[in-house]
């Protein structure tokens, strides 16, 4: 497991230091929390002194200050380099990353000699400017694809301070890549040093944004409850971050049965979501998140009594979010239960949905019975896999005629 370091660096700005070297970042004293880090040009070496990377990241253009990295990184691991002297490295990157521009060729003289100055197995990556969408794309794909550096376990820590400040938007969807992807890498900290309150508070605080990757968390859970009716996610956050068991094990319930399809524990879990639907959360995210999106499943299926309109409506509902195979599932088993209830049937009785099947035809309307007899024929090859002379294509096309026509019916 490595702890690692992603950071951005800029071009910096000239000082009265200048006029002995050709650019230099203002010192910043960076406070992290109640430690006072000291002043620091680059505050991924900040960082570096007080949490002991095992690999660093930087990222940034040609024309970024690479001289200073290797100049500060230089001096902080070799005793015996003096950083007010630089060696002909130093000037050498100085003089053509402060001429290269936005056009000029992606490389820079003594890389190596850079990523040697940091601490094992650390990398530097170029990138354009990101003047167009063109520029964007590579910057974002060369950024994305550094999820090849990752190793199970290892931790990862973001810096934002630095660059031009489109960056860290690429880098949030690498976070998000990474957490989606590969949820076995820790991203623990984003941090962004606060350069524009110095002269306010006398130093630079270093804040941690992984709160946004909460933010996104929540937007997942809603995301999936709203597109599959899973709500797993939602539940896992209430109890982590609420306490919430109660709420938590009502929406896992609702899951469960959701993903078994069953029918008429579904229809009961949703019954109970209405009461639930107006709670407010101590959790900011929670009371944005949760209500909303449960108040719009509940519209639609809450206060639904019939069993046959429920099911009707949750079959609607599992095609229009392309989750055929219930959906054929569903709309069967809802012409049954339409079949019992005109007759005063159990509908919940196994026995007694067996011998309707068998006798509906001789009393609902043929064109029920049509619906059914053709929607019931792709069911069973579904649910048996058995072979079908129908494609995929024909199948959905069938399913969506079905739902349609019985529109009429099941209300």
């Known amino acids: 497991m490595a702890k690692i370091l992603i950071s951005f660096i800029g071009?910096?700005?000239?000082?009265?230091?200048?006029?002995?070297?050709?650019?230099?970042?203002?010192?910043?004293?960076?406070?992290?929390?109640?430690?006072?880090?000291?002043?620091?040009?680059?505050?991924?070496?900040?960082?570096?002194?007080?949490?002991?990377?095992?690999?660093?990241?930087?990222?940034?253009?040609?024309?970024?200050?690479?001289?200073?990295?290797?100049?500060?990184?230089?001096?902080?691991?070799?005793?015996?380099?003096?950083?007010?002297?630089?060696?002909?490295?130093?000037?050498?990157?100085?003089?053509?990353?402060?001429?290269?521009?936005?056009?000029?060729?992606?490389?820079?003289?003594?890389?190596?000699?850079?990523?040697?100055?940091?601490?094992?197995?650390?990398?530097?990556?170029?990138?354009?400017?990101?003047?167009?969408?063109?520029?964007?794309?590579?910057?974002?794909?060369?950024?994305?694809?550094?999820?090849?550096?990752?190793?199970?376990?290892?931790?990862?820590?973001?810096?934002?301070?630095?660059?031009?400040?489109?960056?860290?938007?690429?880098?949030?969807?690498?976070i998000l890549f990474l957490r989606t992807i590969q949820p076995s890498i820790n991203v623990s900290h984003i941090y962004y040093g606060m350069l524009e309150v110095i002269n306010e508070v006398g130093y630079a605080p270093i804040v941690d944004l992984r709160s946004i990757l909460d933010v996104n968390d929540w937007i997942s859970g809603a995301y999936a409850f709203q597109e599959f009716g899973s709500a797993y996610k939602i539940a896992e956050l209430l109890k982590a971050e609420e306490g919430n068991t109660s709420a938590a094990t009502l929406l896992k319930g609702f899951s469960d049965e959701m993903n078994l399809n069953h029918l008429y524990a579904i229809q009961s879990e949703a019954q109970k979501l209405s009461s639930f639907a107006g709670n407010d959360f101590a959790n900011g995210m929670a009371n944005l998140v949760v209500s909303p999106t449960i108040k719009d499943f509940v519209k639609d299926f809450g206060s639904i009594k019939k069993h046959s309109v429920f099911q009707f409506r949750l079959a609607d509902w599992q095609y229009q979010h392309h989750n055929y195979c219930a959906a054929y599932l569903t709309v069967c088993e809802a012409i049954v239960t339409y079949a019992c209830e005109q007759k005063g049937l159990d509908d919940n009785s196994k026995d007694v949905r067996d011998n309707v099947k068998r006798e509906m035809y001789d009393w609902l309307p043929s064109e029920i019975c049509k619906i059914y007899n053709a929607l019931n024929k792709n069911r069973n090859a579904l649910a048996h896999s058995k072979a079908s002379l129908r494609n995929s294509e024909k199948m959905i096309t069938q399913l969506s005629k079905g739902l349609s026509e019985l529109k009429r019916f099941l209300k």
Not at 67 to 94: K, M
Not at 97 to 109: K, T
Not at 146 to 156: A, G, I, M, P, S
Request: hydrophobic share 35%; net charge negative.
């Open 11 to 174: 071009t910096g700005r000239p000082t009265d230091m200048a006029k002995e070297k050709p650019r230099i970042y203002n010192l910043a004293n960076y406070h992290l929390g109640e430690d006072d880090l000291g002043k620091h040009s680059f505050i991924s070496l900040a960082l570096h002194k007080k949490l002991n990377f095992d690999r660093i990241i930087l990222i940034g253009t040609s024309h970024s200050m690479w001289e200073e990295v290797y100049n500060r990184f230089r001096a902080y691991g070799d005793a015996d380099y003096d950083e007010q002297s630089p060696d002909e490295a130093y000037w050498d990157i100085a003089s053509t990353c402060m001429n290269n521009r936005h056009d000029s060729p992606l490389q820079i003289p003594h890389k190596e000699q850079i990523e040697a100055a940091l601490p094992a197995g650390s990398k530097v990556v170029l990138i354009r400017y990101g003047l167009n969408e063109d520029e964007i794309k590579t910057n974002a794909e060369t950024i994305l694809s550094l999820v090849n550096e990752f190793q199970k376990n290892d931790e990862v820590i973001v810096d934002v301070t630095h660059s031009f400040r489109s960056l860290p938007l690429t880098i949030m969807q690498l």
